[in-house]
Nanobody
């Protein structure tokens, strides 16, 4: 059974750091681009970052550039999101997801391009 499981969320003060993990199992996620999205209370699910299947290319939403870093270790079937200098506006449930295409060099940022999702992990940044 295919699964994506996020972990690493929590409560942190403004300026703090967290590292989210997304563990993949039961599938061939190493062939797929992966992404992080987030959803704040009362808002839609927004793109955060994405990485190609081989880790060679990444893309970020403007608000996290220079603060967040996406990476992956295909030998361990894990993707990470290192989040530094966190701000209250980063508070959201963070989801990892797999792009529907395999071995694709083009990075997508729209949620409808991602076919498989984890359950999410809560990140709360206090001011």
């Amino acid at each position: 059974q295919e699964r994506l499981v996020e972990s690493g969320g929590g409560l942190v003060q403004t300026g703090g750091s967290l590292r989210l993990s997304c563990a993949a199992s039961g599938g061939t996620f190493s062939m797929h681009n992966l992404g992080w999205f987030r959803q704040a209370p009362g808002k839609g699910r927004d793109f955060v970052a994405t990485i190609t299947y081989n880790g060679e290319k990444t893309s970020y939403t403007d608000s996290v550039k220079g603060r967040f870093t996406i990476s992956r270790d295909n030998s361990k079937n894990i993707m990470y999101l290192q989040m530094n200098n966190l701000k209250p506006e980063d508070t959201a449930v963070y989801y990892c997801a797999a792009d529907s295409r395999s071995y694709h060099s083009v990075l997508h940022t729209a949620s409808n391009e991602f076919y498989f999702w984890g359950q999410g992990t809560q990140v709360t940044v206090s001011s």
